[in-house]
């Protein structure tokens, strides 16, 4: 009986840390994605916009 309590705590806390390791890991790629995204904002923020595109309105058409 004893033996039995022991194995179901046992895999309890096994099952736990599995969760655990699969929140870690689906935060860390979360993380990693909006890093990718930030960079890439940050470069088309920074070029500069190509001629005709909206740096100043023709008010002439």
């Known amino acids: 009986m ?3 309590l022991n ?3 046992a895999v309890s ?3 736990s840390t599995q969760q655990s ?3 870690a890991v689906v ?3 979360a993380e990693m994605e ?3 995204v930030n960079m890439i ?3 088309a923020r920074s070029a ?3 001629d005709g595109q909206g740096l100043k309105v023709d008010k002439s058409a």
């Open 2 to 4: 004893n033996a039995d």
């Open 7 to 9: 194995t179901a705590l």
């Open 13 to 15: 806390k096994s099952v």
């Open 21 to 23: 390791i699969a929140t």
């Open 27 to 29: 935060k860390m790629n």
């Open 34 to 36: 909006q890093s990718i």
């Open 41 to 43: 904002d940050a470069v």
């Open 48 to 50: 500069p916009a190509p």
